[in-house]
């Protein structure tokens, strides 16, 4: 699967569950962006960003709809870009847990042949749209 290709359901399999993302995304929320090969800690997965939230699937372990971790949009903090030494762009998530303690992921956007850093770039500004969007309906008053 190449990065931002969305599976086209088989018009045969209408009744069945939904092929690529879709199956993913609960009623109402929207994918923003996706890519594959994203390493963290040794691991690799699929990252999904939704308007909803930001959730990873493991690459080796498929199963339909099970997701590997779930972080609500509202639950970043802020993102930006760093280089691992490998000259890999690296997504570093600041992150507000339950407990309301902040903790930090790195995700490493892995060589696969092109250069990755615009798809990295594009990943900060979704989030930071994302967040902002998520912020103001959240404050908005009647």
């Given at each position: 699967?190449?990065?931002?290709?969305i599976d086209t359901p088989d018009p045969a399999r209408?009744?069945?569950e939904p092929a690529g993302a879709e199956r993913y995304l609960f009623p109402g929320e929207n994918l923003r962006i996706f890519s594959p090969d994203?390493?963290?800690k040794k691991i690799r997965f699929e990252a999904y960003l939704t308007n909803r939230r930001f959730f990873l699937i493991d690459?080796?372990?498929r199963k339909p709809g099970i997701t590997a971790k779930e972080i609500p949009i509202q639950s970043i903090i802020s993102s930006y870009l760093e280089e691992s030494p490998a000259r890999e762009p690296v997504l570093v998530l600041t992150v507000r847990t339950s407990d309301d303690d902040t903790r930090i992921m790195k995700?490493?956007?892995m060589h696969n042949g092109e250069d990755r850093g615009r798809e990295a770039e594009?990943?900060?500004h979704l989030i930071s749209q994302?967040?902002?969007t998520a912020m103001s309906g959240r404050t908005q008053t009647p």
């Amino acid at each position: 699967m190449n990065a931002h290709n969305i599976d086209t359901p088989d018009p045969a399999r209408k009744e069945e569950e939904p092929a690529g993302a879709e199956r993913y995304l609960f009623p109402g929320e929207n994918l923003r962006i996706f890519s594959p090969d994203i390493q963290i800690k040794k691991i690799r997965f699929e990252a999904y960003l939704t308007n909803r939230r930001f959730f990873l699937i493991d690459q080796n372990d498929r199963k339909p709809g099970i997701t590997a971790k779930e972080i609500p949009i509202q639950s970043i903090i802020s993102s930006y870009l760093e280089e691992s030494p490998a000259r890999e762009p690296v997504l570093v998530l600041t992150v507000r847990t339950s407990d309301d303690d902040t903790r930090i992921m790195k995700l490493v956007f892995m060589h696969n042949g092109e250069d990755r850093g615009r798809e990295a770039e594009e990943w900060v500004h979704l989030i930071s749209q994302t967040l902002t969007t998520a912020m103001s309906g959240r404050t908005q008053t009647p």
